[in-house]
């Protein structure tokens, strides 16, 4: 796994160890997925982009937010029910486990999507 971007650092210092670790799953999954993605911060939180924005994610008080986009919300309605939804958010509360599979779908549906 390549370095975490010192802005990212920055980003995650304020939390705890569980949700660093959660946000780090995350970003795991997303290079897993997409080796060559670029990271950098965007509206204030982690993004990661390949041909355009493929996710961003942010960090709050009582949740993770992931921002898919709304047709990737729609598309995996069924499987976020679980979830606290808007638009092009999904919001994860932190005493929830992170569901990696799902995730992992969303990041390949969104490289697919955007080509």
Known sequence: MSALPQIFIDY???????VKSKFLDIRKMVLKVCPDVVEKMS???????????????????SHIGIYPGPK????FRSRL?????????????????????L?????????????
């Open 12 to 18: 995650i210092e304020t939390f705890d160890e569980d």
């Open 43 to 61: 509206y204030g939180v982690p993004t990661y982009y390949h041909e355009g924005i493929l996710l961003h994610v942010g960090l709050f008080k």
């Open 72 to 75: 990737t919300i729609d598309h």
């Open 81 to 101: 029910e679980a979830y606290s939804l808007d638009k092009g958010t999904i919001r994860i509360p932190y005493k929830m486990d992170l569901d990696l599979s």
């Open 103 to 115: 995730i992992k779908d969303i990041i390949t549906y969104n490289l697919e999507f955007r080509k």
